[in-house]
Nanobody, 118 residues
C-alpha cells in the first residue's frame, strides 16, 4: 500500500519560511519522480514543484526563486523549502509520486495546511 505522509505545515508570517516534508512508503522510492501541489480554498489543485529520481527540478512560475525541492532517496523523503512566503501561498500542500514528468501524479498524500498571515 502506497503511503505519502506530509508534515511541516503551519502558520507563518509573510516573508517567513517553512519546510515541508513527505515520507513515502509502499513504492520503490528511487524509481519515482516526486512532486508538490497545492490547493487554496475555492480553487483547483495546482502544481508547485517536482523532482526527478536524478534530481532534476521543475517549478511553477509563481514559486520560482522562492521555493526549492529536494529528496533523499536513502530515507524515502522529499522536501519543499518555502522562503519569502506570501499570503497567496496559503493552501493545503500535497505530496505526489509518479512515473510521469514534469508533473508526477500517480499517488497522493493527505495534505498539510500552510497559512501565511500576519
Amino acid at each position: 500500500q502506497v503511503q505519502l505522509v506530509e508534515s511541516g505545515g503551519g502558520l507563518v508570517q509573510p516573508g517567513g519560511s517553512l519546510r515541508l516534508s513527505c515520507a513515502a512508503s509502499g513504492i520503490i522510492f528511487s524509481m519515482y519522480n516526486m512532486g508538490w501541489y497545492r490547493q487554496a480554498p475555492g480553487k483547483q489543485r495546482e502544481f508547485v514543484a517536482s523532482i526527478t529520481v536524478g534530481g532534476l527540478t521543475n517549478f511553477a512560475d509563481s514559486v520560482k526563486g522562492r521555493f526549492t525541492i529536494s529528496r533523499v532517496n536513502a530515507k524515502n523523503m522529499v522536501y519543499l523549502q518555502m522562503n519569502s512566503l506570501r499570503p497567496e501561498d496559503t493552501a493545503v500542500y500535497y505530496c505526489s509520486a509518479g512515473r510521469g514528468w514534469p508533473k508526477p501524479s500517480d499517488y497522493w498524500g493527505q495534505g498539510t495546511q500552510v497559512t501565511v498571515s500576519s
